[in-house]
């Protein structure tokens, strides 16, 4: 090795922080306005799904309406209103259709009296239309 390829090799580098915020969100006013410019950086490319998978994702916070809601969905899905997003085709599955469509009767029935006015009126609402489309999609087969 060169002398100054030796020299470049143990030279080191210095890290300067040019972010606008604190770490408490704060706007930082030792940051000039031309850091963002200098720290321009291309578009990375479309992180592929096991990428996306390892990052840490915040927790959700599920509550009653979306236990509803996600089951409600896979009623629709099972009526064949919703497309599989794997093959985006539609299948019909009566019978799995009418047992969502049941849980959630027995959701609204041993919730009776401890939901609030929200979420009693999405759970009425949500078992109306199912059991209005399951008789629709009976009607058809």
């Known amino acids: 090795m060169s002398s100054e390829e030796d020299k470049r090799e143990h030279q080191g580098f210095t890290v300067q922080d040019r972010r606008r915020f604190s770490e408490t969100g704060e706007a930082r006013t030792d ?3 031309t850091a963002a410019a200098d720290t321009a950086v291309p578009p990375s490319p479309p992180e592929d799904s096991t990428a996306a998978d390892k990052r840490e994702r915040p927790p959700l916070q599920l ?3 979306m ?3 996600s089951l409600s ?3 629709l ?3 064949g209103e919703i497309p599989n997003p794997v093959d985006q085709q539609s ?3 009566l019978a799995a259709a009418q047992e969502m469509i049941d849980i959630l009767g027995i959701l609204k029935e041993k ?3 401890n939901l609030d006015q929200s979420e009693a009126a999405l759970l009425d609402s949500v078992l109306y239309e199912l059991r209005l489309k399951y008789v629709e999609r009976v009607r058809d087969h």
């Open 31 to 33: 940051v000039g306005e």
């Open 63 to 65: 509550n009653f309406s």
């Open 67 to 69: 236990f509803v809601i």
């Open 73 to 75: 969905t896979q009623a």
């Open 77 to 79: 899905a099972h009526l």
């Open 91 to 93: 299948t019909v599955d």
């Open 111 to 113: 919730t009776k009296g």
